[in-house]
């Protein structure tokens, strides 16, 4: 049912090691097979200093800021081994993380290690560092109802236990009325005030394969839902000193318009299309394994892509955000009318890097909101003090 969105790259070369997205796919009613296998080689790919400079984090580390306080969860498939984390850790001088892991399905289950896992880990560490994190996996053979309803059980349990923000990097084609119970519980979570953040899928205009999900248009699912924020993919060049030297959309990011689910109230921008229904992505992150991230997997660095970072990232920043807002005594709202409030604001053109050329197929980049990276970017920092700044209810 849920496909990894995760991307491999061999170094500098234009080659992907593996020819579509590491995922995941329906081999029967629940069941998952992996599709491609990481290639292992020296270290390469942006490291987590580069991509916090890039990206205007480190202004709120610099003040402390680090995620303390802050419980955020990751919804995964599979799981990750401790001595990968330890050693990332302990090259970017990262503290130990705090970790609980919940098992949701099923009583007896145990997920198989994979590098999907390990990167949303690391990277959400190496991002918020200071911030507690909440596993949940999800039994991967199960019907789909169950899956469902797995997935259901899981965000409403990263609320009772504390979580502020939710990250998920896993999608599906538009799914039936068995998702329904998913759906109901994500606009639930986005009531309660916690931030959903999801990869927006690795299949360009389309929700997945069109051997998996046929050849009309659309959004992978859960990055389509309308109360999630949906993060796209960019692909990022820096100068030497780190800062962005160019940021083009990605060519795979997914994105349009998700036909059957019907917009929120907030979901609006001057150029989106005038119709009721969901549009996504609303933010975007780097995603082109070409210019990708290094993190381990198996004892290897591995360089990597894929929408599939930006969801733990986001959920990063989102957590240092929280936690800036605590410190002033703010309670925040769930993170998607904040932002499109922002975005339709005077401070979207420091809060975002606006990316305004490339395409995913039937889209096109432009200037303000698109279907390929929506508001953009984020400057951390400026985001941080623009939210501090919105006004906190609906």
Known sequence: MFRRTLLFAILGIALLAVTAPFSSR?????????????????????????????????????????????????????????????????????????????????????????????????????????????????????????????????????VAHGAGAISISLGTCPPGPEADVAQSALSAVEQAGVSVFVSSGDDGDHPGSISDCGAKLGVAYPGGDPSVVSVGGTSLQLNQNNSIASEIAWGKSGGGRASSLLRSVWEAAPLMPRDRYRWAPDVAFLADPDTGARFLFDGAWMQAGGTSLGAPAWAAAWALIRQDARNAGKTLIAAPPLLYRIGNSPAAATAFHDITSGSNGAYQAHVGWDPVTGWGTPDVAALDQAVQSAPTTR
Do not use: C
């Not at 850790?89 to 705090?98: E, I, S, V």
């Not at 609980?100 to 997920?111: L, S």
């Open 26 to 158: 329906l081999a029967g009613a629940g069941r998952f097979r992996d599709l491609a296998t990481p290639l292992p080689f020296g270290p390469a790919g942006f490291t987590p200093s580069q991509i916090a400079a890039a990206y205007d984090f480190a202004p709120l580390y610099q003040r402390g800021i680090d995620g303390t306080g802050q419980k955020v969860a990751l919804i995964e498939i599979d799981s990750f081994d401790r001595a990968d984390l330890t050693l990332f850790d302990a090259t970017y001088g990262l503290p130990a993380p705090h970790i609980k892991q919940y098992f949701i399905g099923t009583k007896h289950f145990r997920p198989a290690k994979n590098a999907e896992t390990a990167m949303d880990i690391q990277w959400f560490h190496a991002l918020a560092p200071g911030a507690r994190i909440q596993i949940y996996y999800l039994n991967n053979h199960q019907s789909d109802r169950a899956s469902w309803r797995s997935m259901a059980t899981a965000l409403r349990q990263a």
